[in-house]
């Protein structure tokens, strides 16, 4: 299933991000993870590819599992900055051939531990031109995923360059958009009112991250310029040595964000996992008597 057709058709989407593992015994704990969310009939659910091309045989690897041992539609990351041209190419036709429809096209963090990295010659600088190499090399192969930032990409100096170059990768082919994750509402709303004056309307899915560690999301936030809302921020720094109470606080939050962005008819949610299930598992039964059917 091609999901910028299935999303076309205004059906509402429930999707799951994990990331491939470093070890079988890592991989075999997703696959557990994958197999308890499973159950909820998720739309789809998507693989990571790390920084630099770093998990390449990984995901590669991780998405061909998914695909073979279970019923669910998985869309696999793609980043290009650390690839060439051909690099690129041979990856898609491997997914292709293996009957893969779906690919997130995305530029790609540089590797951390190479501070002087340059892209090989050639290569697709940013996403916009990942998304046009795979329409004028596949074609309709594959439906096409891109990230947005409702709080502006990190390397972005405000959000008019951030919806300008939104639209570059929409004009260059891209179906439908999942966000990076947020806590403040209002961002994403905003960011939506910004995409309708530019005339992006490809369906734009908010992504949904329950904290289940306090110290690691206000890190990970840190890296992708989320704010976290200081009530939140309260709530949650008491109970930052208590796993149990930091769950609970985490899913009571994501529970109210997601309540009321389907109280605004949003098209989906995909949640990030971190491939773990229960915080997920709890988001969504608090939130299933709203989800449309």
């Keep these: 299933m091609k999901i910028g057709d299935y999303l076309r058709q205004g059906k509402f989407s429930v999707s799951f991000e994990f990331f491939p593992p470093k070890t079988p015994e890592g991989e075999e704990e997703l696959f557990q993870t994958i197999k308890s969310l499973q159950q909820l009939n998720p739309t789809f659910v998507s693989v990571t590819y790390g920084a630099g091309g770093s998990t390449r045989d990984r995901t590669r690897r991780v998405v061909e599992r998914i695909h073979k041992e279970t019923n669910l539609t998985v ?11 051909e690099d690129l190419y041979d990856i898609l036709k491997g ?21 002087d990295f340059k892209p090989p010659e050639g290569a697709c600088k940013h996403s916009s031109e990942l998304v046009r190499f795979i329409r004028e090399n596949f074609g309709n192969t594959f439906s096409i995923g891109v990230a947005s930032y409702p709080e502006g990409h990190p390397e972005s ?24 994750m947020f806590f403040d509402n209002s961002y994403f709303y905003r960011f939506l009112e910004l995409c309708q004056r530019a005339h992006i309307n490809i369906p734009i899915i908010p992504g949904i991250m329950p904290i289940t560690n306090f110290r690691q999301i206000q890190k990970f936030a840190s890296m992708c310029g989320a704010e976290i809302p200081q009530s939140l921020v309260e709530r949650l720094e008491p109970y930052a040595d208590n796993p149990e109470e ?26 990030y996992t971190l491939n773990k299930s229960k915080a997920t598992l709890l988001v969504y039964e608090g939130i299933k008597g709203a989800l449309k059917t």
Aim: include cysteine; glycine fraction near 6%; charged fraction near 20%.
């Design 95 to 115: 997914y292709a051939q293996i009957g893969i429809e779906n690919i997130l096209a995305l530029r790609g963090d540089l590797p951390a531990n190479m501070p």
């Design 157 to 180: 100096p405000n959000m008019e360059w951030e919806i300008r170059y939104f639209k570059q990768k929409v004009e260059a082919g891209a179906d439908f958009s999942i966000t990076q």
């Design 75 to 85: 869309m696999a990351h793609l980043t290009c900055i650390a690839h060439t041209k």
């Design 246 to 271: 930091t769950l609970k606080i985490g899913v009571e939050f994501a529970i109210e964000q997601c309540l009321d962005l389907l109280d605004n008819r949003v098209q989906g949610l995909h949640f």
